[in-house]
């Protein structure tokens, strides 16, 4: 079995920052792709961006410039780095993993709140 386990959530105010952390864990021999999605009260799940094994990143027009992502594969970790945060980033925070051999997984979520 493979776990996935998001944490680092909390309530920010406006203009704050938040790190978030995802660790695998489980019967993992390599993890391509990772990524983080959002998906806020009401609405669809979206992307907010991925990394590849090498370090390669893409990033939802949204959060350019305020997130960055990055990953440790000795520890089968990735990071979203949340800089100037917004109401409107308010969301529950997935991560998910390509794993090889056995497909994707996603986390349970932690939730984001921004407020003042």
């Known amino acids: 079995q493979v776990q996935l386990v998001e944490s680092g959530g909390g309530l920010v105010q406006p203009g704050g920052s938040l790190r978030l952390s995802c660790a695998a864990s489980?019967?993992?021999?390599?993890?391509?792709?990772m990524g983080w999605y959002r998906q806020a009260l009401g609405q669809k799940r979206e992307l907010v961006g991925t990394i590849t094994r090498g370090g390669s990143t893409i990033y939802a027009e949204s959060v350019k410039g305020r997130f960055t992502i990055s990953r440790d594969n000795a520890k089968n970790t990735v990071y979203l780095q949340m800089n100037s945060l917004e109401p409107e980033d308010t969301a529950r925070y997935y991560c998910?993993?390509?794993?090889?051999?056995?497909?994707?997984?996603w986390g349970q979520g932690t939730q984001v709140t921004v407020s003042s």
């Open positions: 998910n993993a390509n794993l090889q051999w056995v497909g994707v997984y």
């Open positions: 489980g019967s993992i021999f390599t993890i391509h792709t």
